[in-house]
């Protein structure tokens, strides 16, 4: 039940694009991104509900096909502090919310 | 505005022992969360309270694990006895209204059984 992401891993120059897929087995109400700093807390992104919505958070936009029960994060004109673990969190249901495997990203100058 | 807090930072107990965690979520947050994140892993839902009443406990080990939120504000999360492998991150969040609105933080409790 837990998502899976993919890349697992991504290094990117500043300036360099990248996408993160998240993918469920399931059908979908909602995906949640959350990106993390090594040993901090979790920050919040964007949510996305079914209806296939799309949502822009300055460089960061994410979009959510509920057919395909997958959404994707785009990251455009990366900078350092996008650096971390990026994680989104589906919900499939009453008491059905799962965080994914994690996208580790890594921006270098 | 304050954000969510929790205590203590570090605990280091033997297996079998008892520990308990103590968060206070953002003023006026009536949903409060609980995770458990292992090293390397992504956060793993526990329990989820609206005000008082538990919405969601369905990954809860309850034969080990215990969580109240009386009158709807604070948490204590407790672990009795504890297992090696219940090592991790404890992490608490709160969001002004459901699993549909955005979930705030605290910087976790990071949980050591040796």
């Known amino acids: 039940q837990q998502p899976v992401q993919s890349p697992q891993a991504v290094i990117l120059r500043e300036g360099e694009d990248a996408v993160i897929n998240c993918s469920s087995s399931?059908?979908?109400?909602?995906v949640h991104w959350y990106r993390q700093k090594h040993g901090e807390a979790p920050i919040f992104l964007m949510i996305?509900?079914?209806?296939?919505e799309q949502k822009g958070h300055d460089k960061i936009s994410a979009s959510f096909n509920e057919k395909k029960q997958q959404s994707s994060l785009y990251l455009t004109a990366s900078q350092l502090s996008y650096s971390g673990t990026y994680f989104c969190?589906?919900?499939?249901?009453?008491?059905?919310?799962?965080f994914g495997t994690g996208t580790s990203l890594t921006v270098i100058p | 505005e304050a954000g969510v807090a929790q205590s203590p930072r570090y605990k280091i107990i033997e297996k079998r022992q008892s520990v308990a965690f103590w968060c206070n979520p953002i003023?006026?947050?009536?949903?409060l969360y609980w995770y458990q994140q292992i090293l390397g892993q992504g956060p793993k839902l526990l329990i989820q309270?609206?005000?008082?009443?538990?919405?969601?406990d369905s990954q809860l080990p309850k034969d080990r694990f215990s969580a109240e939120r009386l009158k709807g504000v604070d948490s204590t999360l407790k672990i009795q006895p504890a297992k090696l492998e219940d090592s991790a991150v404890y992490l608490c969040?709160?969001?002004?209204?459901?699993?549909?609105?955005?979930?705030?933080f605290g910087q976790g409790t990071r949980l050591t059984v040796v």
């Open positions: 969040a709160s969001s002004f209204l459901g699993m549909d609105t955005e979930a705030f």
């Open positions: 399931k059908a979908l109400y909602s």
């Open positions: 996305l509900l079914k209806g296939g």
């Open positions: 969190g589906t919900e499939s249901g009453r008491n059905q919310f799962y």
């Open positions: 003023s006026g947050h009536a949903t």
């Open positions: 309270f609206q005000n008082n009443g538990v919405v969601d």
